[in-house]
């Protein structure tokens, strides 16, 4: 009787399994589930990165903001013409100068040159044009 409830038992589920096998609207909707299952996790991973990507932008981007403040505190500190004369008197050893120290030296206005006597190439042709035309 035990080999008969096992042969019965074995031959449902072959039925089973064959109107299983042959439903394949049935297969191929599972097959789509699952299908659409993976692309949502994987799509949802890619985002999870993203949010960490900019969450990483974000804290280097503050980081980057106190280090810009820091340094602009700095130079505001260094153009200090106070601090600058205070360095220049104390680690320097300089000093303003008395009024017997100050020497005044005329320029005098010259003529601005054109470009073409700092021509390398030019500026010999100009300096031999330049003597026939003066005699």
Known sequence: MAKRLTKFSNKSYNIYRNRLLNNRPFIFTIAIVIIIFAAVIILYSQVAGLDREILRQKAEIEELNKTKTTLVGDIKAV???????EEAMYKLGMVY????????????????????????FLSPIV?????FTRD
């Open 97 to 120: 100068p008395s009024e017997d120290q100050i020497v005044y030296i005329d320029s005098g206005e010259e003529e601005k040159v054109g470009d073409i006597n700092y021509n390398v």
């Open 79 to 85: 153009k200090s013409s106070a601090q600058i004369a």
């Open 127 to 131: 300096s031999v044009l330049r003597s």
